[in-house]
């Protein structure tokens, strides 16, 4: 067998096994819906958010689906990145990852309050529901201007900001009844997890910032301006709140 065939066997492979696995997340979703009877025809766009649901738990079969420089808890981190990575497919792309990233989160850990979780003391006036939803209609817009208003996965985001509470319900549901992904851990144990997850997101975004300080240093000694050199004081001040050891010294 030549490599070619060899190759095309191997997708084709691939491919029904991840066709397999959608589909086995399709038909929880389906359940978990009839189980708290919320079928499926009660919104126009039900079966559509159901196989958006069932893509969305696929791609956790891959560990770095939301292993991403710009999926932040914060607000200001995800606006920042995208001041530094203007345009409408960046938007699209940023939003509807951190919502879905968020959607997540709270379908799987929606119940259990770990009061001394580190997001809990970190975020505790943080609305994430309403965040999640303002997201997918970011991305729902960003979406609409670039390939038109025709298209149905701009109506899946705009209905997911509008009914996310029952899509959560239904996430919730699933993962605990058929998936086994939701574990009970002690407070203790979820604070210092979700802090390490923090860090670790701290460390990638100091090393973006890093980066973006040492290039704009590197064009203000080539043309110097006083936007550059704004841009590169506030780069610092940044990079100082994420790491103290970090030194600039005045212009």
Same mark, same amino acid.
């Given at each position: 067998?030549?490599?070619?065939?060899?190759?095309?066997?191997?997708?084709?492979?691939?491919?029904?096994?991840?066709?397999?696995?959608?589909?086995?997340?399709?038909?929880?979703?389906?359940?978990?819906?009839? $189980?708290?009877?919320?079928?499926?025809?009660?919104?126009?766009?039900?079966?559509?958010?159901?196989?958006?649901?069932?893509?969305?738990?696929?791609?956790?079969? $891959?560990?770095?689906?939301?292993?991403?420089?710009?999926?932040?808890?914060?607000?200001?981190?995800?606006?920042?990145?995208?001041?530094?990575?203007? #345009?409408?497919?960046?938007?699209?792309?940023?939003?509807?990852?951190?919502? $879905?990233?968020? !959607?997540?989160? !709270?379908?799987?850990?929606?119940?259990?309050?770990?009061? #001394?979780?580190?997001?809990?003391?970190?975020? *505790?006036?943080?609305?994430?529901?309403?965040?999640?939803?303002?997201?997918?209609?970011?991305?729902? *817009?960003?979406? *609409?201007?670039?390939? #038109?208003?025709?298209?149905?996965?701009?109506?899946?985001?705009?209905?997911?900001?509008?009914?996310?509470? $029952?899509?959560?319900?239904?996430?919730?549901?699933?993962?605990?009844?058929?998936?086994?992904?939701?574990?009970?851990?002690?407070?203790?144990?979820?604070?210092?997890?979700? %802090?390490?997850?923090?860090?670790?997101?701290?460390?990638?975004?100091?090393?973006?910032?890093?980066?973006?300080?040492? %290039?704009?240093?590197?064009?203000?000694?080539?043309?110097?301006?006083?936007?550059? %050199?704004?841009?590169?004081?506030?780069?610092?001040?940044?990079?100082?709140?994420?790491?103290? %050891?970090?030194?600039? #010294?005045?212009?």
């Amino acid at each position: 067998m030549n490599t070619s065939k060899i190759i095309q066997l191997f997708s084709d492979v691939q491919e029904k096994r991840n066709n397999e696995i959608s589909f086995f997340f399709l038909e929880h979703v389906l359940k978990a819906r009839a $189980d708290l009877h919320m079928e499926s025809g009660k919104h126009e766009y039900d079966q559509e958010i159901n196989v958006y649901l069932a893509g969305l738990l696929n791609s956790l079969m $891959d560990s770095e689906t939301f292993l991403k420089p710009y999926i932040s808890p914060f607000d200001l981190q995800v606006r920042q990145y995208l001041d530094n990575h203007p #345009g409408l497919r960046n938007e699209y792309t940023v939003y509807r990852d951190n919502a $879905d990233f968020g !959607l997540i989160i !709270l379908g799987f850990f929606l119940g259990y309050e770990h009061k #001394g979780s580190y997001q809990n003391i970190v975020l *505790s006036e943080v609305d994430e529901k309403s965040r999640i939803s303002l997201y997918y209609e970011q991305a729902a *817009s960003a979406l *609409s201007h670039l390939q #038109g208003r025709n298209l149905s996965l701009v109506t899946v985001f705009e209905e997911l900001a509008e009914y996310l509470p $029952d899509i959560i319900r239904i996430l919730r549901h699933a993962a605990s009844s058929y998936f086994n992904l939701v574990l009970q851990i002690s407070e203790g144990t979820f604070y210092h997890l979700e %802090k390490e997850m923090n860090q670790g997101d701290n460390k990638r975004i100091y090393s973006l910032k890093l980066d973006e300080f040492l %290039k704009k240093y590197a064009a203000y000694k080539e043309n110097p301006t006083l936007e550059l %050199k704004k841009n590169i004081m506030d780069l610092a001040e940044e990079l100082r709140a994420l790491n103290e %050891k970090f030194t600039f #010294g005045e212009f």
